[in-house]
């Protein structure tokens, strides 16, 4: 995964982050 989230999406990287964090 990528440290550094794009400008262009920057809230679309923290949903990523938590969908990972929640079980499936």
């Known amino acids: 995964?990528?440290?550094k989230?794009?400008?262009s999406d920057?809230?679309?990287f923290n949903?990523?982050?938590l969908?990972?964090?929640l079980p499936g």
Do not use: A, F, G, H
Request: aromatic share 0%.
């Open 1 to 3: 995964m990528e440290p």
């Open 5 to 7: 989230p794009r400008k």
């Open 10 to 12: 920057p809230q679309q």
């Open 15 to 17: 949903v990523l982050q």
């Open 19 to 21: 969908v990972i964090s």
